[in-house]
C-alpha cells in the first residue's frame, strides 16, 4: 500500500497564503480522490475540501486543494489565514480496493 | 442540517465486545456510503471500514487492524450506522466518528459526528 507524507508542521501569520503538502509515495496522486480535514483542538475533524477541489457547502472559499502530478502530490491551500484557522490538517485518499489511507496531519499555527 | 450522533462506547476489558451505533439526521441515508475512523489519543486519523449504500448490495470494506474482528452494517430504515467491536484489543482504545461519505462507494468523509470514546483496558 501507499502513504501520504505530510509536513509535521507549518506557521504563517494572519492574513498571509499558506500551502499544506500531502505527498503520495507510490501510485499517481491523480489516480484517487484527496479529501482534507480539519480538527480544531478538542474537536471533531470536519471537511473542507474532498473529490481534490470540491468545498462542502459551509466551508469559506479561502480553501481550496489541488493536486500537481509531476510532484505526486495533493496541496491545500489556505488564503487570509484567521486565527480560528489554526487546527490540525489530514490529507486522506484510497487504494485500488478503496482501502483508505491517512496522512499523518499538518499541525497549522497562525501567529 | 445533517447530524451524525455516536453511541455505546466506554470501558470494556480486553477480549470483549461492543457495539456502537450511529445515528443520523437531516440527510437521505440510504444515498450514501457510511465509515467509521477513529483516533487513538495524541494520535492521528485511523480508517477502521465503511459500508456502502444498498446500490452496491451493501458490501464493506475494512483495516486490515480490525478486518475478522469489526463489522459494520446500516439500518436505512431507522437511519442507523452500526459498528460491532469484538476481541478488543488495548490498541483499539481510541474515539470513534461515524462519518458520511461524499459518494455511494466510499472514497472520503463529509459529515463527521462528535465522536464517542472507547477505552478497552482491564
Known amino acids: 500500500n501507499f502513504m501520504l507524507t505530510q509536513p509535521h508542521s507549518v506557521s504563517e501569520s494572519p492574513g498571509k497564503t499558506v500551502t499544506i503538502s500531502c505527498t503520495r509515495s507510490?501510485?499517481?496522486?491523480?489516480?484517487?480522490?484527496v479529501q482534507w480535514y480539519q480538527q480544531r483542538p478538542g474537536s471533531s475533524p470536519t471537511t473542507v475540501i474532498y473529490?481534490?477541489?470540491?468545498?462542502p457547502s459551509g466551508v469559506p472559499d479561502r480553501f481550496s486543494g489541488s493536486i500537481d502530478r509531476s510532484s505526486n502530490s495533493a496541496s491545500l491551500t489556505i488564503s487570509g489565514l484567521k486565527t480560528e484557522d489554526e487546527a490540525d490538517y489530514f490529507c486522506q485518499s484510497y487504494d485500488k480496493s478503496n482501502r483508505w489511507v491517512f496522512g499523518g496531519g499538518t499541525k497549522l499555527t497562525v501567529l | 442540517e445533517v447530524q451524525l450522533v455516536e453511541s455505546g462506547g466506554g470501558v470494556v476489558q480486553p477480549g470483549r465486545s461492543l457495539r456502537l451505533s450511529c445515528t443520523a439526521s437531516g440527510i437521505t441515508f440510504g444515498d450514501n456510503a457510511m465509515s467509521w475512523v477513529r483516533q487513538a489519543p495524541g494520535k492521528g486519523l485511523e480508517w477502521v471500514g465503511f459500508?456502502?449504500?444498498?446500490?452496491?448490495?451493501?458490501?464493506?470494506e475494512y483495516a486490515a487492524s480490525v478486518k475478522d474482528r469489526f463489522t459494520i452494517s446500516r439500518d436505512d430504515s431507522n437511519s442507523i450506522a452500526y459498528l460491532q467491536m469484538n476481541n478488543l484489543k488495548s490498541e483499539d482504545t481510541a474515539v470513534y466518528y461515524c462519518?458520511?461519505?461524499?459518494?455511494?462507494?466510499?472514497?472520503?468523509?463529509?459529515?463527521w459526528g462528535q465522536g464517542t470514546l472507547v477505552t478497552v483496558s482491564s
Open positions: 507510490s501510485g499517481s496522486i491523480a489516480s484517487n480522490y
Open positions: 462519518t458520511r461519505d461524499w459518494n455511494y462507494y466510499g472514497s472520503g468523509s463529509i459529515n
Open positions: 459500508i456502502r449504500n444498498p446500490r452496491f448490495g451493501v458490501t464493506t
Open positions: 473529490e481534490d477541489n470540491q468545498r
